[in-house]
């Protein structure tokens, strides 16, 4: 039989509290238990003394019977004193996904084109705009080519 140190929660809803019970690892987690050994309250202040409430003797006997605590609850004998509990390391934790590194490469590729263009548009000499000169008949011209156009399109619209 698989014997478990671990929390079961109560309290109401957005309110929680936790009981750190020893109860056989089949059995539901906020339903029977062996033995209450303490309280655990997350709701008070992390350096509160009644935050966390183990009775150490009873941990001691029953990790000496070979029960296993969960995580959460090894971290809690470990601050008490009682197991100690090896530091775990993670370096991938906080790393981006491959998803994530995809979106920043094309970011990066994005950015780095953009600059390039604005470099090779800041190296090319700017074109000078040419003086363009307009005769009057010129001007006559395109003033007369619309008028004519908007009265042949009003004399087909009506017939």
């Known amino acids: 039989m698989a014997i478990n140190i ?16 020893v109860a056989d690892a089949r059995s539901p987690r906020d ?28 941990a001691k006997h029953w990790l000496s019977v070979g029960a ?13 004193g009682i197991k100690e509990r090896a530091a775990r390391n993670n370096p991938n934790k906080g790393k981006p996904g491959e998803k994530a590194t995809e979106r920043a490469e094309e970011r990066a590729e994005k950015a780095k084109a953009a600059e390039e263009a604005a470099a090779e548009a800041a190296a090319a000499p700017a074109p000078e ?5 307009e005769t009057p008949a010129d001007a006559e011209a395109t003033t007369e080519a619309p008028a004519a156009e908007a009265e042949k399109a009003a004399d087909e619209t009506a017939a």
């Open 68 to 80: 296993q605590p969960t995580d959460r609850v090894a971290r809690f004998l470990d601050a008490a």
């Open 129 to 133: 705009p040419e003086a363009v000169t």
């Open 6 to 21: 671990r929390l079961s929660r109560g309290g109401s809803k957005k309110r929680p509290y936790y009981r750190i019970v």
């Open 31 to 58: 339903g029977k238990f062996i033995e209450k050994i303490g309280n655990y309250d997350p709701r008070l202040a992390k350096d509160d003394e009644k935050r966390v409430q183990i009775d150490g003797d009873r």
